[in-house]
């Protein structure tokens, strides 16, 4: 596997977002996006009972052109800055999905790689759950050779992360693996802020 470097903000980046693994592609063709506004608003997540950081993550989600979103991710470790995506929804079965990108307008762009996390979404009225891929499920997929996508390494020596750099045709098949699989994907709890949360 070759190493690809980046800057020290990416690195951050990687971390904070979940330290998930990253795909080169994303998950849908162009006529595989759809809308969920129900997502639309400001989500926040309950603080945890231990932990050296005080109050909670919160994420806002807003509309950004045609089947696409703009998430903005405050997490407590990185207030008072936020992390920005570019969020496009599709379903995999009856299992809805979000793609996740570095949204286009950051500054300076570079700082960023153009890759693609997937987490597993699902309401039930004022409570967002989602989960994404877990690395533990993807190690014993690749060692097993059972994945069929190939996997580059992204980061620092210190803080090396996966990359996958398989066709959108194959990040499907991985996903369709994984929304049937118990242990594949992990799950945390968002709660919406306040009944005028913007619609």
Not at 55 to 74: E, F, L, N, P, Q
Not at 167 to 192: C, G, I, K, N, Y
């Amino acid at each position: 596997m070759r190493t690809l470097r980046m800057a020290a903000a990416f690195g951050l980046w990687v971390c904070l977002s979940g330290c998930i693994p990253y795909f080169l592609h994303p998950a849908y063709g162009p006529r595989e996006a759809v809308d969920e506004d129900r997502l639309i608003g400001t989500w926040t997540s309950p603080p945890p009972a231990t932990s050296s950081w005080a109050g909670s993550d919160t994420v806002r989600i807003s509309r950004d052109g045609k089947h696409a979103y703009r998430v903005t991710y405050r997490a407590r470790m990185l207030r008072p800055d936020s992390l920005v995506f570019l969020a496009h929804m599709f379903r995999v079965g009856t299992q809805m999905l979000i793609d996740l990108e570095p949204h286009p307008s950051i500054e300076p762009a570079s700082i960023y790689a153009p890759v693609h996390s997937f987490y597993r979404v699902s309401l039930s009225e004022d409570t967002l759950f989602y989960g994404g891929l877990s690395e533990k499920w993807l190690d014993a997929e690749v060692r097993a050779g059972r994945l069929g996508c190939p996997v580059d390494t992204l980061g620092t020596e210190a803080q090396e992360r996966w990359i996958f750099t398989c066709p959108t045709e194959e990040v499907r098949r991985v996903l369709q693996r994984a929304v049937v699989d118990s242990q594949a994907m992990w799950r945390e709890t968002f709660v919406r802020s306040g009944a005028g949360a913007e619609r």
